[in-house]
Each structure stands twice: as structure tokens, then as C-alpha cells.
Nanobody
Framework: EVQLVESGGGLVQAGGSLRLSCAASGFTFDDYAIGWFRQAPGKEREGVSSIDNSDSRVYYADSVKGRFTISSDNAKNTVYLQMNSLKPEDTAVYYC?????????????????WGQGTQVTVSS
């Protein structure tokens, strides 16, 4: 059974940092891309970042470039999203997802399985 479990969300002041974790199980981690998406209230879900463990390609949305860093620990089957210089507009529920042979990393339908999400709230 594929499982993706996010953790690390919380409440932080603007300018602060959080590190999200996505612990994966039930599939061959090295063959999959792991993506981070977020959904703010009243908005569509958007792709934030991804890392493809099969070829190490990474993707960042323009809105987070230079502030967020994605990394993968293949020994722990865990992907991290380090978020620095957080802004109130980063407030959202953050989801991780996995997909194989992902071509367009910011597109939801490229991913097969999703976690339950973790809330990130950035206060001004």
C-alpha cells in the first residue's frame, strides 16, 4: 500500500522558516518523482516544487525560487521541503504526491498518489 505522510507544518511569523517532510512507503522510492503542492483557501492547488529520484531533476515554482529548497533522503524514503523567508501568501495546506515518469512536474494529474496534507500558516 502506497503511503505518503506529510509533517512539519505549523504557524510561523513572516520571515521565518519551516521544514516539511514527506515520508513515503509502499513503492520503489528511487523510481518516482515526489512533488509538493499547496492549496490556499479559495484557490486552486498549485505545484510548488518537485524532485525526480530517477534522474535528480528538480523544479521550483517562480513564487518560491530562492526561498524553498527540496531534497531527498533515499535511505529514509523521505523528501524534505525547506522553506525560508516565508511570506503570508505561502499560507496553505501543503501536499506531497508521487508519480512515475513525471514529465510536467507542476501538473497534478502527473502524480498517482497523494498525502493528506499539512497546514502552513504564516502570520504577518
Amino acid at each position: 500500500e502506497v503511503q505518503l505522510v506529510e509533517s512539519g507544518g505549523g504557524l510561523v511569523q513572516a520571515g521565518g522558516s519551516l521544514r516539511l517532510s514527506c515520508a513515503a512507503s509502499g513503492f520503489t522510492f528511487d523510481d518516482y518523482a515526489i512533488g509538493w503542492f499547496r492549496q490556499a483557501p479559495g484557490k486552486e492547488r498549485e505545484g510548488v516544487s518537485s524532485i525526480d529520484n530517477s534522474d535528480s531533476r528538480v523544479y521550483y515554482a517562480d513564487s518560491v525560487k530562492g526561498r524553498f529548497t527540496i531534497s531527498s533522503d533515499n535511505a529514509k524514503n523521505t523528501v524534505y521541503l525547506q522553506m525560508n523567508s516565508l511570506k503570508p501568501e505561502d499560507t496553505a495546506v501543503y501536499y506531497c504526491a508521487c508519480g512515475r515518469a513525471v514529465v510536467t512536474p507542476y501538473v497534478e494529474y502527473e502524480y498517482d498518489y497523494w498525502g493528506q496534507g499539512t497546514q502552513v500558516t504564516v502570520s504577518s
